[in-house]
């Protein structure tokens, strides 16, 4: 067996946790993938980072690693920048799966059926090695050009979170960096083999606490059969102004049934199409447009003397609110503070 030394032994052990934590991510979102079929994509992403990195161990510890494992090694490498590509084009874009997707794993289908006459001495050290690692770099590039693309195309994209900007950033350089430190190896020579997978853990533990931090990550944002809503910007702005002028003179806000079917209902539209109006024309969740009219109702009474004896919370429930506890929530969102600091300083 291969003599190691220290600093190789202790490369070793942190692959591997990076490995065991790759792989729990994996299962993770695999369990989660009914909820949306990115989900899919990203356990396949995880389990290939995980074989890759087990692989890349077992190369380092054994003496003669078995040739069907070094060929199960590669051909998890080959899968891994195409499915992050997808992953991250589907997080960032509203769009359905498409069956031309699965080109992008041809390379892989290639490796899996000839796998049995892949050779090191054969293959692999005769320019396979090399276009795979020159491949993966590409699907690194090409992911990062879509993740920076975006920015100036708002209305292709998801409103995403800070969280889920951060979650899929973080994912996508860190996997850049891994590849790119094995081509550095391999071509170059000025790195460590075992220095992509040490280099990984500080990315997947940081990707595995936003993950179990923010289980919406993992969410469906958007029903597949309304992704595509098309409204120009003129159209956009015109419903945004009926429906703040209809709030505004009805006073629907005041009903505590009041949802978002009861405004696309008096709008005569479809409740897709009013969320989506609020999202993109008026900026705000319907939660927090509707609330934002009961609070200004809220603020109104508290400054009017004939409300002067009245409780807090009957005003609250007078407004549209059906619990204090989202009244005290969306009140302090809203102003910064709570109802009764705000009555106090403005008493």
Same mark, same amino acid.
């Given at each position: 067996?291969?003599? &190691?030394? %220290?600093?190789?032994? +202790?490369?070793?052990? #942190?692959?591997? $946790?990076?490995?065991?934590? =790759?792989? *729990?991510?994996? @299962? ?18 995880? &389990?290939? %980072?995980?074989?890759? +990195?087990?692989?890349? #161990?077992?190369? $380092?510890?054994?003496?003669? =690693?078995? *040739?069907?494992? @070094? ?277």
């Amino acid at each position: 067996m291969r003599s &190691l030394r %220290i600093h190789q032994e +202790l490369e070793v052990f #942190i692959a591997g $946790i990076a490995a065991a934590q =790759s792989f *729990l991510l994996s @299962i993770y979102s695999f369990f989660e993938r009914k909820r949306d079929f990115k989900n899919l994509l990203l356990s396949i992403f995880f &389990l290939a %980072i995980t074989i890759r +990195l087990g692989k890349s #161990i077992l190369w $380092i510890y054994l003496d003669d =690693s078995p *040739l069907w494992l @070094i060929n199960l090694g590669f051909i998890a490498h080959a899968v891994s920048g195409p499915v992050l590509f997808l992953y991250t084009l589907h997080f960032l874009f509203a769009r359905k799966w498409s069956t031309w997707n699965f080109l992008h794993f041809a390379p892989a289908a290639f490796l899996v059926l000839t796998s049995n006459f892949l050779t090191l001495e054969g293959f692999w050290y005769q320019g396979g090695y090399s276009v795979l690692l020159l491949h993966q770099l590409l699907y690194s590039g090409i992911t990062l050009v879509l993740l920076i693309w975006p920015v100036g195309h708002k209305k292709s994209r998801y409103s995403l979170t800070q969280t889920a900007k951060i979650w899929v950033g973080a994912l996508v350089i860190g996997t850049a960096i891994w590849q790119l430190l094995y081509f550095s190896n391999y071509f170059l020579g000025l790195t460590p083999y075992l220095l992509g997978p040490v280099i990984y853990l500080p990315f997947v533990y940081f990707l595995a606490f936003l993950q179990f931090k923010n289980p919406s990550l993992l969410k469906q944002r958007v029903q597949a059969k309304h992704q595509n809503i098309r409204l120009s910007d003129e159209e956009l702005v015109g419903y945004a102004k009926q429906l703040e002028d209809l709030m505004r003179e009805t006073r629907t806000y005041l009903n505590p049934n009041c949802t978002l079917t009861t405004m696309a209902d008096a709008m005569k539209l479809p409740p897709y199409l009013i969320s989506h109006v609020v999202n993109n024309g008026i900026g705000k969740s319907f939660p927090d447009f509707l609330n934002g009219y009961r609070i200004e109702e809220v603020k109104q009474r508290l400054a009017d003397p004939h409300h002067q004896n009245t409780k807090i919370a009957n005003i609250a429930y007078d407004c549209g609110f059906n619990s204090l506890s989202s009244f005290n929530a969306a009140f302090k969102k809203v102003t910064g503070t709570t109802p009764s600091s705000y009555l106090k300083r403005n008493l």
